[in-house]
Protein backbone atom coordinates (compact mmCIF):
# COMPACT_ATOMS: atom_id res chain seq x y z
CA UNK A 1 0.00 0.00 0.00
CA UNK A 2 1.18 3.43 -0.68
CA UNK A 3 1.18 5.83 2.35
CA UNK A 4 1.90 9.31 2.73
CA UNK A 5 2.96 9.46 6.56
CA UNK A 6 3.49 13.31 7.08
CA UNK A 7 4.82 14.63 10.67
CA UNK A 8 7.00 11.31 10.02
CA UNK A 9 10.19 13.51 12.23
CA UNK A 10 7.45 14.00 15.40
CA UNK A 11 7.61 11.73 18.34
CA UNK A 12 4.62 9.24 16.46
CA UNK A 13 5.58 9.63 13.25
CA UNK A 14 9.06 8.19 14.21
CA UNK A 15 7.55 5.16 15.85
CA UNK A 16 4.89 3.87 13.44
CA UNK A 17 7.26 4.52 10.20
CA UNK A 18 9.11 1.33 10.91
CA UNK A 19 5.88 -0.35 11.65
CA UNK A 20 4.82 0.27 8.13
CA UNK A 21 7.84 -0.44 6.64
CA UNK A 22 8.36 -3.71 7.99
CA UNK A 23 4.51 -4.38 6.80
CA UNK A 24 5.30 -4.04 3.36
CA UNK A 25 4.01 -1.00 2.70
CA UNK A 26 5.44 2.30 0.28
CA UNK A 27 5.74 5.06 2.61
CA UNK A 28 6.79 8.34 1.93
CA UNK A 29 7.75 10.89 4.41
CA UNK A 30 6.99 14.32 4.57
CA UNK A 31 9.62 16.53 6.87
CA UNK A 32 10.06 20.32 6.56
CA UNK A 33 14.01 19.75 6.74
CA UNK A 34 15.43 16.94 5.45
CA UNK A 35 18.26 17.11 7.23
CA UNK A 36 17.17 17.14 10.87
CA UNK A 37 15.16 13.62 9.70
CA UNK A 38 16.42 10.64 11.94
CA UNK A 39 16.12 7.53 9.89
CA UNK A 40 16.22 4.45 11.69
CA UNK A 41 19.11 1.91 10.84
CA UNK A 42 18.54 -0.31 7.31
CA UNK A 43 15.28 2.51 6.31
CA UNK A 44 17.54 4.91 4.36
CA UNK A 45 16.81 3.10 1.16
CA UNK A 46 13.12 1.93 1.86
CA UNK A 47 11.82 4.91 1.93
CA UNK A 48 10.97 8.58 -0.22
CA UNK A 49 11.53 11.74 1.05
CA UNK A 50 9.44 14.81 0.73
CA UNK A 51 10.62 18.88 2.34
CA UNK A 52 7.48 20.54 2.53
CA UNK A 53 6.23 22.36 5.44
CA UNK A 54 1.60 22.21 5.51
CA UNK A 55 2.14 25.83 6.39
CA UNK A 56 2.35 27.04 2.59
CA UNK A 57 -0.81 25.75 0.17
CA UNK A 58 0.89 27.85 -2.55
CA UNK A 59 3.40 24.57 -2.75
CA UNK A 60 1.26 21.85 -3.21
CA UNK A 61 0.99 21.38 -6.49
CA UNK A 62 4.73 21.71 -7.03
CA UNK A 63 5.47 18.77 -4.40
CA UNK A 64 2.70 16.43 -4.56
CA UNK A 65 1.66 16.12 -8.50
CA UNK A 66 1.29 13.66 -9.96
CA UNK A 67 1.71 11.36 -7.05
CA UNK A 68 -0.79 8.98 -5.81
CA UNK A 69 -1.36 7.45 -2.48
CA UNK A 70 -3.72 4.80 -1.10
CA UNK A 71 -3.60 6.52 2.57
CA UNK A 72 -2.13 9.07 4.31
CA UNK A 73 -1.23 9.97 8.11
CA UNK A 74 -1.49 13.21 9.72
CA UNK A 75 0.69 13.67 12.83
CA UNK A 76 1.23 17.11 12.99
CA UNK A 77 1.14 18.75 15.89
CA UNK A 78 1.30 22.65 16.85
CA UNK A 79 1.45 22.00 20.61
CA UNK A 80 4.75 24.56 21.22
CA UNK A 81 3.05 27.31 19.49
CA UNK A 82 1.43 30.21 21.59
CA UNK A 83 -1.78 30.16 21.82
CA UNK A 84 -2.54 33.15 19.63
CA UNK A 85 -1.45 31.10 16.65
CA UNK A 86 -2.14 27.68 17.63
CA UNK A 87 -5.84 27.69 16.19
CA UNK A 88 -4.82 29.22 13.50
CA UNK A 89 -1.85 27.27 12.47
CA UNK A 90 -3.38 24.08 12.70
CA UNK A 91 -6.38 25.34 10.50
CA UNK A 92 -4.44 25.77 8.24
CA UNK A 93 -2.09 23.27 8.14
CA UNK A 94 -5.33 20.78 7.82
CA UNK A 95 -6.65 22.40 5.17
CA UNK A 96 -3.25 22.24 3.51
CA UNK A 97 -3.28 18.26 4.13
CA UNK A 98 -6.85 18.53 2.87
CA UNK A 99 -5.86 19.68 -0.66
CA UNK A 100 -2.89 17.05 -1.09
CA UNK A 101 -4.79 14.33 -0.61
CA UNK A 102 -7.33 15.67 -2.98
CA UNK A 103 -4.44 15.73 -5.09
CA UNK A 104 -3.11 12.64 -4.30
CA UNK A 105 -6.30 11.42 -4.64
CA UNK A 106 -6.19 9.70 -1.08
CA UNK A 107 -8.56 6.95 0.15
CA UNK A 108 -8.16 7.34 3.34
CA UNK A 109 -6.83 9.74 5.91
CA UNK A 110 -5.62 9.26 9.79
CA UNK A 111 -5.54 11.58 12.42
CA UNK A 112 -4.33 10.92 16.28
CA UNK A 113 -6.07 13.90 18.09
CA UNK A 114 -6.79 14.29 21.84
CA UNK A 115 -10.05 13.16 23.82
CA UNK A 116 -12.85 16.27 23.41
CA UNK A 117 -15.60 14.95 24.79
CA UNK A 118 -16.17 17.81 27.00
CA UNK A 119 -18.23 20.68 27.03
CA UNK A 120 -15.21 23.18 27.92
CA UNK A 121 -12.07 22.50 26.14
CA UNK A 122 -8.82 24.04 26.32
CA UNK A 123 -7.16 26.12 23.57
CA UNK A 124 -5.09 22.97 22.80
CA UNK A 125 -7.86 20.60 22.21
CA UNK A 126 -10.07 23.23 20.80
CA UNK A 127 -7.54 23.80 18.21
CA UNK A 128 -7.24 19.87 17.75
CA UNK A 129 -11.31 19.86 17.57
CA UNK A 130 -10.81 22.31 14.57
CA UNK A 131 -8.85 19.60 12.75
CA UNK A 132 -10.65 17.25 13.44
CA UNK A 133 -13.78 18.81 11.80
CA UNK A 134 -11.61 20.12 8.84
CA UNK A 135 -10.88 16.41 8.33
CA UNK A 136 -14.37 15.44 8.39
CA UNK A 137 -16.12 17.70 6.13
CA UNK A 138 -13.38 16.98 3.57
CA UNK A 139 -14.97 14.16 2.20
CA UNK A 140 -11.93 11.97 2.04
CA UNK A 141 -12.72 8.40 4.11
CA UNK A 142 -11.42 8.93 7.76
CA UNK A 143 -10.46 7.33 10.62
CA UNK A 144 -9.77 9.70 13.57
CA UNK A 145 -7.99 8.32 16.80
CA UNK A 146 -8.43 10.61 20.10
CA UNK A 147 -6.41 9.24 23.40
CA UNK A 148 -5.86 10.99 26.54
CA UNK A 149 -1.89 10.43 28.08
CA UNK A 150 0.27 8.59 25.55
CA UNK A 151 2.90 7.09 27.99
CA UNK A 152 6.46 5.83 26.42
CA UNK A 153 9.99 6.47 26.40
CA UNK A 154 10.44 9.97 25.11
CA UNK A 155 6.63 11.02 25.27
CA UNK A 156 6.65 14.38 26.52
CA UNK A 157 3.51 13.26 29.35
CA UNK A 158 6.22 10.89 30.24
CA UNK A 159 8.89 12.72 30.60
CA UNK A 160 7.29 15.37 32.67
CA UNK A 161 5.39 13.25 35.45
CA UNK A 162 9.29 11.13 35.14
CA UNK A 163 10.35 14.54 36.22
CA UNK A 164 8.10 15.72 38.66
CA UNK A 165 8.50 12.56 40.64
CA UNK A 166 12.50 12.18 40.59
CA UNK A 167 12.69 15.65 41.51
CA UNK A 168 10.04 15.93 44.40
CA UNK A 169 9.22 13.52 47.37
CA UNK A 170 6.98 16.10 48.33
CA UNK A 171 4.62 17.83 46.51
CA UNK A 172 1.79 20.19 46.82
CA UNK A 173 -0.39 20.38 44.22
CA UNK A 174 -2.98 22.60 42.47
CA UNK A 175 -7.12 20.74 42.12
CA UNK A 176 -6.62 19.81 38.60
CA UNK A 177 -4.91 16.79 40.06
CA UNK A 178 -7.84 15.56 40.97
CA UNK A 179 -8.77 15.58 37.10
CA UNK A 180 -9.75 11.63 35.31
CA UNK A 181 -7.42 10.53 32.58
CA UNK A 182 -7.20 7.45 30.64
CA UNK A 183 -3.81 6.76 29.62
CA UNK A 184 -2.84 4.81 26.93
CA UNK A 185 0.76 3.35 26.10
CA UNK A 186 2.36 3.65 22.79
CA UNK A 187 2.52 0.32 21.94
CA UNK A 188 -1.27 -0.29 21.81
CA UNK A 189 -1.52 3.22 19.92
CA UNK A 190 1.15 2.38 17.10
CA UNK A 191 -1.30 -1.20 16.89
CA UNK A 192 -4.21 0.86 16.02
CA UNK A 193 -2.93 3.19 13.90
CA UNK A 194 -1.13 0.57 11.89
CA UNK A 195 -4.44 -1.74 11.57
CA UNK A 196 -6.92 0.95 10.86
CA UNK A 197 -5.42 1.27 7.47
CA UNK A 198 -7.68 -0.24 4.53
CA UNK A 199 -10.06 -1.53 7.51
CA UNK A 200 -13.52 -0.54 6.07
CA UNK A 201 -15.10 -0.81 9.74
CA UNK A 202 -13.05 2.14 10.84
CA UNK A 203 -13.98 4.96 7.95
CA UNK A 204 -15.46 7.70 9.01
CA UNK A 205 -15.34 7.27 12.56
CA UNK A 206 -13.84 8.61 15.30
CA UNK A 207 -12.65 6.57 17.86
CA UNK A 208 -11.61 7.39 21.20
CA UNK A 209 -8.76 5.30 22.65
CA UNK A 210 -7.47 4.62 26.21
CA UNK A 211 -5.81 1.58 28.53
CA UNK A 212 -7.47 -0.31 30.86
CA UNK A 213 -6.83 1.97 33.97
CA UNK A 214 -8.79 5.30 35.02
CA UNK A 215 -6.69 6.93 36.92
CA UNK A 216 -6.62 11.11 38.41
CA UNK A 217 -3.15 12.78 37.83
CA UNK A 218 -2.32 12.56 41.19
CA UNK A 219 -2.47 8.61 41.00
CA UNK A 220 -0.72 8.96 37.85
CA UNK A 221 2.38 10.15 39.93
CA UNK A 222 1.83 8.23 42.77
CA UNK A 223 1.90 4.89 40.56
CA UNK A 224 4.56 5.82 38.35
CA UNK A 225 6.52 6.39 41.76
CA UNK A 226 5.61 3.10 43.31
CA UNK A 227 6.93 1.39 39.89
CA UNK A 228 10.36 3.35 40.36
CA UNK A 229 10.27 2.57 44.25
CA UNK A 230 10.17 5.97 45.86
CA UNK A 231 8.18 7.11 48.52
CA UNK A 232 6.11 10.17 47.51
CA UNK A 233 3.85 12.67 49.43
CA UNK A 234 1.14 14.66 47.50
CA UNK A 235 -0.89 17.51 48.71
CA UNK A 236 -4.05 18.55 46.95
CA UNK A 237 -5.09 21.94 47.02
CA UNK A 238 -8.62 23.23 46.54
CA UNK A 239 -7.92 25.55 43.96
CA UNK A 240 -6.56 25.38 40.44
CA UNK A 241 -3.83 28.02 39.46
CA UNK A 242 -3.65 27.89 35.84
CA UNK A 243 -0.92 30.26 35.26
CA UNK A 244 1.33 28.94 38.39
CA UNK A 245 0.69 25.78 37.32
CA UNK A 246 2.36 26.21 34.18
CA UNK A 247 4.93 27.90 35.17
CA UNK A 248 5.97 25.20 38.19
CA UNK A 249 5.34 22.37 35.25
CA UNK A 250 8.10 24.59 33.08
CA UNK A 251 10.65 25.57 35.73
CA UNK A 252 10.58 21.46 37.26
CA UNK A 253 10.41 20.00 34.05
CA UNK A 254 11.86 19.99 30.45
CA UNK A 255 8.60 20.99 28.70
CA UNK A 256 8.46 25.00 27.70
CA UNK A 257 6.34 27.60 29.01
CA UNK A 258 3.68 27.41 25.93
CA UNK A 259 3.88 23.85 26.38
CA UNK A 260 3.31 23.59 30.05
CA UNK A 261 0.02 26.20 29.69
CA UNK A 262 -1.09 24.31 27.11
CA UNK A 263 -0.80 21.05 28.73
CA UNK A 264 -2.09 22.26 32.00
CA UNK A 265 -4.93 24.06 29.94
CA UNK A 266 -6.39 20.24 28.90
CA UNK A 267 -5.48 18.54 32.17
CA UNK A 268 -8.37 21.20 34.22
CA UNK A 269 -10.79 18.33 32.79
CA UNK A 270 -11.47 14.72 32.54
CA UNK A 271 -9.61 12.49 29.90
CA UNK A 272 -11.88 10.07 29.87
CA UNK A 273 -13.24 7.47 26.96
CA UNK A 274 -16.74 7.66 26.82
CA UNK A 275 -16.84 4.77 23.98
CA UNK A 276 -15.23 1.84 23.40
CA UNK A 277 -16.24 0.22 20.21
CA UNK A 278 -12.84 0.56 18.54
CA UNK A 279 -11.70 -2.24 21.13
CA UNK A 280 -14.20 -4.92 18.76
CA UNK A 281 -12.97 -3.38 15.23
CA UNK A 282 -9.01 -3.48 16.51
CA UNK A 283 -8.59 -6.28 19.44
CA UNK A 284 -5.73 -6.11 21.21
CA UNK A 285 -4.26 -6.52 24.76
CA UNK A 286 -4.63 -2.90 26.29
CA UNK A 287 -1.66 -2.50 28.50
CA UNK A 288 -1.87 -1.27 31.81
CA UNK A 289 -0.56 2.02 32.92
CA UNK A 290 2.18 0.69 35.62
CA UNK A 291 3.29 -2.64 32.80
CA UNK A 292 3.50 0.69 30.49
CA UNK A 293 6.03 2.67 32.45
CA UNK A 294 7.88 -0.60 33.10
CA UNK A 295 8.15 -1.05 29.59
CA UNK A 296 8.92 2.46 28.83
CA UNK A 297 12.03 2.33 31.23
CA UNK A 298 13.33 -0.98 29.59
CA UNK A 299 13.75 1.27 26.31
CA UNK A 300 15.67 3.88 28.24
CA UNK A 301 17.96 1.34 30.04
CA UNK A 302 18.71 -0.58 26.65
CA UNK A 303 19.09 2.96 25.17
CA UNK A 304 16.65 1.99 22.79
CA UNK A 305 14.62 5.11 22.59
CA UNK A 306 13.16 5.30 19.34
CA UNK A 307 11.91 9.07 19.32
CA UNK A 308 11.44 11.97 21.91
CA UNK A 309 8.91 14.81 22.00
CA UNK A 310 12.20 17.23 21.41
CA UNK A 311 12.76 15.88 18.09
CA UNK A 312 10.44 17.33 15.98
CA UNK A 313 11.36 21.05 16.22
CA UNK A 314 13.30 23.20 18.82
CA UNK A 315 10.96 24.26 21.85
CA UNK A 316 12.74 27.58 21.86
CA UNK A 317 13.43 28.50 18.09
CA UNK A 318 10.29 26.75 16.42
CA UNK A 319 10.82 29.30 13.21
CA UNK A 320 14.83 28.47 13.08
CA UNK A 321 16.18 26.77 10.18
CA UNK A 322 18.68 25.05 12.27
CA UNK A 323 20.26 23.34 8.48
CA UNK A 324 21.89 26.85 7.65
CA UNK A 325 23.99 26.94 10.89
CA UNK A 326 25.59 23.23 9.81
CA UNK A 327 28.47 25.16 8.39
CA UNK A 328 29.84 27.35 11.51
CA UNK A 329 30.84 30.85 10.54
CA UNK A 330 33.81 32.75 10.96
CA UNK A 331 33.44 36.17 10.51
CA UNK A 332 32.49 38.80 12.88
CA UNK A 333 32.30 35.59 15.43
CA UNK A 334 34.62 34.91 18.84
CA UNK A 335 36.21 31.72 19.50
CA UNK A 336 37.87 29.89 22.22
CA UNK A 337 39.87 27.49 20.45
CA UNK A 338 41.62 24.50 22.82
CA UNK A 339 43.04 21.56 21.45
CA UNK A 340 45.35 18.72 23.12
CA UNK A 341 47.33 15.87 21.42
CA UNK A 342 46.27 12.40 22.49
CA UNK A 343 47.50 9.15 21.83
CA UNK A 344 46.51 7.06 18.17
CA UNK A 345 45.00 4.34 20.67
CA UNK A 346 42.95 6.59 22.65
CA UNK A 347 41.14 8.06 19.95
CA UNK A 348 37.54 6.02 19.97
CA UNK A 349 37.73 6.48 23.74
CA UNK A 350 38.09 10.28 23.67
CA UNK A 351 35.23 9.94 20.79
CA UNK A 352 32.93 7.95 22.81
CA UNK A 353 33.38 10.82 26.06
CA UNK A 354 32.64 13.37 23.78
CA UNK A 355 29.88 11.95 21.90
CA UNK A 356 28.26 10.98 25.36
CA UNK A 357 28.62 14.39 27.32
CA UNK A 358 25.38 16.35 28.29
CA UNK A 359 22.43 13.76 29.92
CA UNK A 360 22.77 12.00 32.67
CA UNK A 361 26.81 11.74 31.84
CA UNK A 362 26.76 15.76 32.39
CA UNK A 363 29.54 17.83 31.07
CA UNK A 364 33.00 16.30 32.65
CA UNK A 365 33.52 19.89 34.43
CA UNK A 366 31.61 22.20 36.68
CA UNK A 367 28.49 20.18 36.27
CA UNK A 368 26.73 22.57 38.98
CA UNK A 369 27.62 25.96 37.35
CA UNK A 370 26.00 24.01 33.71
CA UNK A 371 23.25 23.52 36.01
CA UNK A 372 22.90 26.94 37.16
CA UNK A 373 23.27 28.04 33.33
CA UNK A 374 20.32 25.97 32.57
CA UNK A 375 18.11 27.17 35.85
CA UNK A 376 18.79 30.64 34.50
CA UNK A 377 18.20 30.14 31.27
CA UNK A 378 14.32 28.66 32.56
CA UNK A 379 13.57 31.63 34.21
CA UNK A 380 14.37 33.51 30.44
CA UNK A 381 11.98 31.85 29.50
CA UNK A 382 14.13 29.04 27.87
CA UNK A 383 14.49 25.60 27.67
CA UNK A 384 16.78 24.65 30.41
CA UNK A 385 19.27 22.17 30.87
CA UNK A 386 16.54 19.28 31.82
CA UNK A 387 15.95 18.18 28.43
CA UNK A 388 18.85 15.54 28.68
CA UNK A 389 19.77 13.04 26.12
CA UNK A 390 16.71 10.65 23.93
CA UNK A 391 19.96 7.63 24.61
CA UNK A 392 23.20 7.69 26.32
CA UNK A 393 24.59 6.23 23.69
CA UNK A 394 22.94 6.94 20.54
CA UNK A 395 23.43 10.67 18.87
CA UNK A 396 21.52 11.78 15.84
CA UNK A 397 21.59 15.20 13.85
CA UNK A 398 18.50 16.43 15.16
CA UNK A 399 18.68 15.29 19.12
CA UNK A 400 18.69 17.35 22.00
CA UNK A 401 21.27 17.37 24.64
CA UNK A 402 20.62 19.28 27.22
CA UNK A 403 20.06 23.12 25.65
CA UNK A 404 22.08 22.31 22.56
CA UNK A 405 20.90 20.81 19.22
CA UNK A 406 22.95 18.33 17.76
CA UNK A 407 23.93 19.49 13.95
CA UNK A 408 26.67 16.46 12.73
CA UNK A 409 27.18 13.52 14.69
CA UNK A 410 29.82 11.81 12.89
CA UNK A 411 31.71 9.47 14.43
CA UNK A 412 33.60 7.85 11.26
CA UNK A 413 35.55 11.12 11.13
CA UNK A 414 34.96 11.70 14.85
CA UNK A 415 32.90 15.39 14.73
CA UNK A 416 30.20 16.07 16.86
CA UNK A 417 28.73 19.64 16.57
CA UNK A 418 25.92 21.70 18.89
CA UNK A 419 23.92 25.01 18.29
CA UNK A 420 22.66 26.52 21.46
CA UNK A 421 19.01 26.49 22.54
CA UNK A 422 19.26 28.16 25.20
CA UNK A 423 18.37 32.50 25.66
CA UNK A 424 21.15 34.09 24.28
CA UNK A 425 22.19 37.43 22.63
CA UNK A 426 23.41 35.72 19.70
CA UNK A 427 24.11 31.90 18.25
CA UNK A 428 26.88 29.59 19.96
CA UNK A 429 27.77 26.68 18.15
CA UNK A 430 30.23 23.99 20.48
CA UNK A 431 32.39 21.33 18.46
CA UNK A 432 34.18 18.65 19.32
CA UNK A 433 36.92 16.70 17.19
CA UNK A 434 39.72 15.01 16.35
CA UNK A 435 42.54 15.08 13.89
CA UNK A 436 44.17 12.08 13.01
CA UNK A 437 47.26 11.82 10.67
CA UNK A 438 50.31 9.59 10.44
CA UNK A 439 52.16 11.78 13.26
CA UNK A 440 49.82 12.96 15.46
CA UNK A 441 46.59 13.16 16.73
CA UNK A 442 44.80 16.31 17.80
CA UNK A 443 41.42 16.82 19.56
CA UNK A 444 40.16 20.16 19.68
CA UNK A 445 37.39 21.70 21.47
CA UNK A 446 35.99 24.98 19.90
CA UNK A 447 32.85 27.42 20.99
CA UNK A 448 31.93 29.70 18.84
CA UNK A 449 29.64 32.90 19.17
CA UNK A 450 28.65 35.52 16.73
CA UNK A 451 26.85 38.60 18.96
CA UNK A 452 24.11 40.49 18.05
CA UNK A 453 24.64 44.03 18.92
CA UNK A 454 26.65 45.31 22.30
CA UNK A 455 24.94 43.05 24.24
CA UNK A 456 26.24 39.95 22.40
CA UNK A 457 29.98 41.22 22.90
CA UNK A 458 29.29 42.13 26.48
CA UNK A 459 28.20 38.79 27.21
CA UNK A 460 31.01 36.89 25.31
CA UNK A 461 33.35 38.94 27.45
CA UNK A 462 31.31 38.47 30.81
CA UNK A 463 31.83 34.90 30.26
CA UNK A 464 35.47 34.59 29.36
CA UNK A 465 36.45 34.29 33.00
CA UNK A 466 34.18 30.94 33.19
CA UNK A 467 35.23 29.59 29.57
CA UNK A 468 39.21 29.84 30.58
CA UNK A 469 38.73 27.18 33.26
CA UNK A 470 35.55 25.36 32.32
CA UNK A 471 36.43 24.58 28.99
CA UNK A 472 39.97 23.79 29.55
CA UNK A 473 39.17 21.33 31.93
CA UNK A 474 36.56 19.82 29.98
CA UNK A 475 39.32 19.09 27.38
CA UNK A 476 41.31 17.58 29.36
CA UNK A 477 38.78 15.49 31.16
CA UNK A 478 37.34 14.39 28.14
CA UNK A 479 40.67 13.69 26.40
CA UNK A 480 41.66 11.66 29.76
CA UNK A 481 44.39 13.74 31.36
CA UNK A 482 42.77 14.91 34.26
Known amino acids: MRILLTGANGYIGRRILPVLVEAGHDVTCVVRDKKRFKLPSGLETRIQIIEYDFLHPENAIEHFNKKQFDAAYYLIHSLGDTSTTLKEYEKRAAGCFVLVATL ?212 SLTNLDVSQYIEVPVDGCFQDRKWIEISKDSIEEVSNRFFGIGGNQGWYYADKLWRMRGLLDKLAGGVGISRGRRSEVDVQPGDTIDFWRVLVADRKNHRLLLFAEMKLPGEAWLEFSIINNENRSIFKQTATFRPKGVMGRNYWYAMLPFHFFIFRNMLKRIAGKD
Not at 262 to 278: P, R, T, W
Open 104 to 315: TQVKQVIYLSGISNQENLSRHLMARKEVKDILIQSEIPYTIFEAGIIVGSGGISFEIIRDLTEKFPLMIVPKWLKSKCQPIAIRNVIYYLEHCLHNEKTYNRVFEIGGPDVLTYKQMLLEFAAVRKYKRVIITLPFVFPRLSALWIFMSTSANYTIAKQLVGSMEHDVVCKEFSIRDIIPQELISYRDAIKMAFERIEQNMVISSWTDAASS
